[in-house]
């Protein structure tokens, strides 16, 4: 089974300034990987997904992140933040077939943007 | 568009006492989880389903039962409630066998005193 390591649990950046949060997993012959975002009080949503092809994936809300086989890491960036991106932001993994119907979430990392 | 509905949002037990989550979702998914969610630990997943009738255990299972009677509706029950079991627990569900997309849920907050 796969393990995904978050190596911030907390990162707090200044409105307009850029992020990067950290995702690394175990190794796999194959993975999908996701970055889901939770705002306050409310349950999880997709940010972006890589299955497949071009390394650099770009999601929602100005976010990308890049898939990087051989450090096994799967980072996630913004270029310039909003105070409206506070939230916790959760990277997952999921087995490849047949196994690719259970995702394994990493602890997660608060992001605070601050005005 | 309800997706998926959780209920109850809010519940307080005391030790020993049993109870039973309910997570429903009108997207015709065939695949149904169960996770909790803890500070410092991210989501685990408790039970999943691949389909009605079926349910398989996760991460950790202890403590829990699951029943997938009708395609739409996934149970999540506690048969004596104990103050571990004090969390965050989130329903989704998925279309198809690779995961694109989980729907979730809004959560129900559980406190076992």
């Known amino acids: 089974a796969q393990s995904v390591t978050q190596l911030d649990s907390q990162v707090p950046v200044f409105e307009e300034a850029p992020v990067e949060l950290r995702c690394n997993y175990s190794?796999?012959?194959?993975?999908?990987l996701f970055w889901y975002v939770q705002y306050p009080n409310q349950g999880l949503q997709l940010l972006l997904k890589y299955l497949s092809g071009s390394t650099l994936v770009k999601g929602i809300n100005g976010f990308e992140a890049e898939f990087n086989k051989s450090q096994t890491s799967f980072h996630l960036r913004k270029p310039s933040v909003h105070i409206s991106d506070t939230a916790e932001y959760f990277c997952a993994v999921s087995d490849g077939v047949p196994n690719d119907y259970k995702l394994s979430f990493g602890a997660g990392t608060t992001v605070t943007v601050r005005a | 568009n309800a997706g998926v509905t959780q209920t109850p949002k809010f519940r307080v037990l005391k030790t020993g006492q049993s109870m039973t989550l309910l997570c429903a979702q009108d997207?015709?998914?065939?695949?149904m989880y169960w996770y909790r969610q803890d500070p410092g630990m991210g989501l685990r997943l408790i039970h999943y389903s691949v389909g009605e009738g079926t349910t398989a255990k996760g991460e950790v299972p202890d403590g829990y039962n699951v029943s997938r009677l009708k395609k739409q509706n996934f149970l999540l029950g506690l048969e004596s409630a104990a103050p571990s079991q004090t969390s965050v627990y989130f329903c989704a569900s998925s279309p198809s066998v690779v995961i694109e997309k989980l729907f979730f849920g809004s959560g129900t907050q559980l406190s076992v005193l």
């Open positions: 190794s796999s012959v194959s993975v999908y």
């Open positions: 997207m015709n998914h065939e695949y």
